[in-house]
């Protein structure tokens, strides 16, 4: 089963910026896409921007207004998630995903089938 590891994250102030990865081993599936979500404390899980494999078509969540950038690494085993002008409201454990189905939108939890721990982000303002 594929496991998935987010590293990057840390504290930062507010401008700052960082980027995520999220590596996978033992992949044993087709993967579909790969997702970036977050969550804060007493919030629901959200989407942040998803990347499928096959034609590396990107999706984000509207609000983020082009501040974030998802991309993949050519050995198919990482995914990043660079995150710019960071805000103290984008303070959260920040988690990657992936699919091992194909599915109608990449925007949602269900979507997705492996999950790694999580990162914490916090920024500082």
């Known amino acids: 089963q594929v496991q998935l590891v987010e590293s990057g994250g840390g504290l930062v102030q507010a401008g700052d910026s960082l980027r995520l990865s999220c590596t996978a081993s033992?992949?044993?599936?087709?993967?579909?896409?790969t997702g970036w979500f977050r969550q804060a404390p007493g919030k629901e899980r959200e989407f942040l921007a998803a990347?499928?494999?096959?034609?590396?078509?990107?999706y984000y969540a509207d609000f983020l207004k082009g501040r974030f950038t998802i991309s993949r690494a050519n050995t198919m085993n990482t995914v990043y998630l660079q995150m710019n002008r960071l805000k103290p409201e984008d303070t959260a454990v920040y988690y990657c995903a992936e699919a091992g189905f194909p599915r109608l939108s990449w925007r949602s939890v269900e979507a997705f089938d492996h999950w790694g721990p999580g990162t914490q982000v916090t920024v500082s303002s």
């Open positions: 033992g992949r044993t599936f087709s993967t579909y896409a």
């Open positions: 990347i499928t494999w096959s034609l590396r078509r990107t």
